[in-house]
């Protein structure tokens, strides 16, 4: 069985290579081979889904399958929608190999030691330090921060209460969803409406700040009532010598840079490029720093298990592809999208509030985000409504944002809840406050980007 996962691991990362060649040398040939592996792996990943997930997956399947029917498709068509989000699948596998490097070169033992002095320095701020973490090492990192996270604070933080740590995290990872290029929901965005990440950059980034306001607003009124505070002293954590948090921000610094200006000089969508970063990047600096081989055995370990860990989100992708591309051949956007602009009359903020309302809905009772984003990308017109598509692609972010904040299903929401010991319901509880302010807040910021567009 064990076999099999792995070799289930590692035909989803040659589904990848395969995108990724196409992109690279346009050989479109290689689309009905990493579009079959797709089609190939998705009944195993339905398999070990859990049954919600199951149902709402099969059902959609089925809804793709008669409007495909509807529209007469071809074989090749339904085929290459398997395919359709081998770019979502490839950042989601391909972008920790970013964290290999960085934990193999001793980055986070140098972060820690980092953390234990600045603490002996100037106090203790646990909480504000968890944020800006995740902040930073989760907008490259994606949802593998989040344990690296708390597990460096568990190690380096002298006093905190683990489960308001763990919701300060979970509410950072929100403001990553805002405005990463290495975020999932950011470079779909950006494919859907055909942008490059600095026509939203200015937007993402007003909406993460006022975002972190309200994080701030709301730090006080959050509390556990078994969340007992942890103190421990300080240890001296193990660092490589000559490795210091300089050379961890020197590395994702020059990341940032060299992803900006690839998607500057070539033709090519900010989701490519960081995927196809990832399979350099990490390597070419290992074999700078001479731990290229400890660097390689540990990504061959990562993909040989991916399997095992991401699933729930391949399955997820391989649907919602399928799904998007039925929408787009039929005519259920222009449908929808008129419904939409005959029910806000127009008005903006109120459409806003329609699709930021919808996605939190969808996202309570169990759809994945991704599937929410492409249906209502693939339906919403930009131009029906006369609003910018820059603007349009934040209204999608922001709704996908709110969703995973509050559906006890998201990756993110379970991930905290596993960390912390704490129902996912538990969490969500917490965060409906904090949800339904930042509905209202995220409405206006639409209206006022909009003014400005």
């Given at each position: 069985?064990?076999?099999?996962?792995?070799a289930?691991g590692?035909?989803a990362?040659?589904?990848?290579?395969?995108?990724?060649?196409?992109?690279?040398?346009?050989?479109?040939?290689?689309?009905?081979?990493?579009?079959?592996?797709?089609?190939l792996?998705?009944?195993?990943?339905?398999?070990?889904?859990?049954?919600?997930?199951?149902?709402?997956?099969?059902?959609?399947?089925?809804?793709?399958?008669?409007?495909?029917?509807?529209?007469?498709?071809?074989?090749?068509?339904?085929?290459?929608?398997?395919?359709?989000?081998?770019?979502?699948?490839?950042?989601?596998?391909?972008?920790?190999?970013?964290?290999i490097?960085?934990?193999?070169?001793?980055?986070?033992?140098a972060?820690?030691?980092?953390?234990?002095?600045?603490?002996?320095?100037k106090?203790?701020?646990?909480?504000r330090?968890?944020?800006?973490?995740t902040?930073?090492?989760?907008?490259?990192?994606?949802?593998?921060?989040?344990?690296?996270?708390?597990?460096?604070?568990?190690?380096?933080?002298?006093?905190?209460?683990?489960?308001?740590?763990?919701?300060?995290?979970?509410?950072?990872?929100?403001?990553?969803?805002?405005?990463?290029?290495?975020?999932?929901?950011?470079?779909?965005?950006?494919?859907?409406?055909?942008?490059?990440?600095?026509?939203?950059?200015?937007?993402?980034?007003?909406?993460?700040?006022?975002?972190?306001?309200?994080?701030?607003?709301?730090?006080?009124?959050t509390?556990?009532?078994?969340?007992?505070?942890?103190?421990?002293?300080?240890?001296?954590?193990?660092?490589?010598?000559?490795?210091?948090?300089?050379?961890?921000?020197?590395?994702?610094?020059?990341?940032?840079?060299?992803?900006?200006?690839?998607?500057?000089?070539?033709?090519?969508?900010?989701?490519?490029?960081?995927?196809?970063?990832?399979?350099?990047?990490?390597?070419?600096?290992a074999?700078?720093?001479?731990?290229?081989?400890?660097?390689?055995?540990?990504?061959?370990?990562?993909?040989?298990?991916?399997?095992?860990?991401?699933?729930?989100?391949?399955?997820?992708?391989?649907?919602?592809?399928?799904?998007?591309?039925?929408?787009?051949?039929?005519?259920?956007?222009?449908?929808?999208?008129?419904?939409?602009?005959?029910?806000?009359?127009?008005?903006?903020?109120?459409?806003?509030?329609?699709?930021?309302?919808?996605?939190?809905i969808?996202?309570?009772?169990?759809?994945?985000p991704?599937?929410?984003?492409?249906?209502?990308?693939?339906?919403?017109?930009?131009?029906?409504?006369?609003?910018?598509?820059?603007?349009?692609?934040?209204?999608?972010?922001?709704?996908?944002?709110?969703?995973?904040?509050?559906?006890?299903?998201?990756?993110?929401v379970?991930?905290?809840?596993h960390?912390?010991?704490?129902?996912?319901?538990?969490?969500?509880?917490?965060?409906?406050?904090?949800?339904?302010?930042?509905?209202?807040?995220?409405?206006?910021?639409?209206?006022?980007?909009?003014?400005?567009?």
């Amino acid at each position: 069985m064990e076999q099999w996962r792995k070799a289930l691991g590692m035909t989803a990362f040659i589904a990848v290579c395969l995108y990724l060649l196409e992109v690279w040398v346009s050989d479109v040939q290689t689309r009905d081979l990493y579009s079959s592996l797709a089609l190939l792996l998705l009944p195993f990943c339905l398999w070990r889904m859990r049954k919600v997930n199951l149902l709402i997956l099969i059902m959609l399947l089925v809804c793709a399958g008669f409007l495909f029917l509807h529209t007469n498709a071809s074989w090749y068509e339904v085929l290459y929608s398997f395919g359709e989000n081998m770019s979502l699948l490839g950042l989601f596998l391909l972008v920790p190999l970013f964290g290999i490097t960085l934990n193999q070169a001793g980055y986070y033992e140098a972060l820690s030691r980092r953390i234990q002095a600045r603490e002996a320095e100037k106090g203790e701020h646990p909480y504000r330090l968890g944020y800006g973490l995740t902040v930073g090492m989760g907008s490259v990192l994606n949802l593998g921060s989040l344990p690296l996270i708390y597990h460096l604070g568990e190690k380096s933080l002298g006093g905190y209460r683990p489960k308001l740590f763990g919701m300060t995290l979970l509410r950072g990872f929100g403001f990553c969803m805002l405005v990463s290029p290495y975020f999932v929901n950011v470079g779909l965005v950006l494919v859907l409406y055909d942008l490059a990440w600095t026509d939203i950059a200015l937007y993402g980034m007003v909406s993460a700040l006022v975002y972190t306001l309200v994080v701030v607003l709301f730090f006080p009124v959050t509390s556990f009532s078994n969340d007992p505070p942890v103190s421990r002293e300080h240890s001296e954590a193990k660092v490589k010598q000559n490795v210091t948090t300089r050379g961890l921000i020197m590395y994702i610094l020059l990341m940032m840079v060299l992803s900006l200006l690839l998607e500057a000089w070539l033709p090519l969508n900010m989701l490519a490029i960081v995927t196809s970063l990832s399979l350099i990047y990490p390597f070419v600096w290992a074999i700078a720093k001479g731990i290229f081989i400890p660097v390689f055995q540990a990504g061959q370990q990562h993909l040989a298990t991916s399997y095992d860990r991401v699933y729930n989100e391949m399955g997820i992708f391989i649907t919602a592809g399928v799904l998007g591309t039925a929408l787009e051949r039929s005519d259920v956007g222009p449908v929808v999208s008129q419904f939409l602009y005959e029910l806000s009359q127009g008005y903006v903020p109120l459409i806003a509030a329609l699709v930021l309302l919808l996605a939190i809905i969808l996202a309570l009772v169990g759809i994945h985000p991704v599937i929410i984003v492409i249906g209502l990308g693939q339906s919403l017109s930009p131009e029906l409504f006369g609003i910018a598509p820059e603007v349009m692609a934040v209204l999608l972010l922001s709704a996908w944002t709110l969703g995973t904040q509050i559906s006890p299903f998201s990756g993110s929401v379970l991930m905290a809840a596993h960390l912390t010991d704490e129902s996912a319901w538990r969490l969500v509880q917490k965060n409906i406050g904090f949800v339904a302010l930042m509905f209202f807040i995220s409405s206006f910021l639409i209206t006022v980007f909009h003014m400005f567009s």
